[in-house]
């Protein structure tokens, strides 16, 4: 009888011709060392196997074929942090939120702030000017236009939601 696990919302069917092909391209390291995967990897490092025409995170696979299906809503964890790992005992079952503690707690996750963002619509410059212009009594939108973005931009500024950390440092200075 396949075993079930849920990936992306679909099913991960286990059976023995996929059980046999994921333990071909096992190295089981010695002791409590990893189980690497030696064969197919994503660009990020996780291993994948085709499986019923899809193609499956390794480690995902063998966390359903020890433990079944992972919980709605979890992602399969590393505690070792190598992605080429599909040990069962490496493996865990945690949510995003986990996910992303626990990256940060192992200094794995660099976030990216301000104008180094690559989505930033704002310099430091930029911020200093809209808290400048709005201390001269100029309205959110005559703001926006000025520096050339959306009023919610400047309002997201100036209300702290968004470069909190230089709106603060600005006041700091300004005292």
Request: hydrophobic share 40%.
């Amino acid at each position: 009888m396949p075993i079930h696990g849920i990936h992306d919302r679909a099913p991960i069917v286990i059976t023995g011709d996929a059980v046999n092909r994921f333990w071909e391209k096992v190295v089981k390291g010695d002791g409590d060392n990893c189980w690497n995967w030696t064969a197919a990897k994503r660009s990020i490092g996780y291993g994948c196997l085709k499986v019923a025409r899809r193609l499956i995170s390794a480690h995902r696979f063998s966390y359903v074929l020890h433990f079944g299906d992972v919980p709605d809503g979890l992602l399969v964890l590393h505690r070792c942090d190598n992605r080429a790992c599909v040990r069962p005992d490496h493996l865990f079952a945690g949510t995003p939120k986990q996910n992303v503690n626990d990256m940060d707690a192992k200094g794995r996750c660099e976030r990216v702030h301000g104008e180094n963002h690559p989505h930033a619509k704002l310099t430091e410059a930029k911020v200093a000017e809209i808290v400048f212009l709005r201390k001269m009594g100029m309205t959110f939108q005559r703001i926006a236009d000025s520096v050339g973005v959306a009023k919610r931009t400047v309002e997201n500024v100036l209300s702290g939601q968004r470069w909190k950390r230089v709106t603060d440092r600005l006041a700091a200075e300004a005292k």
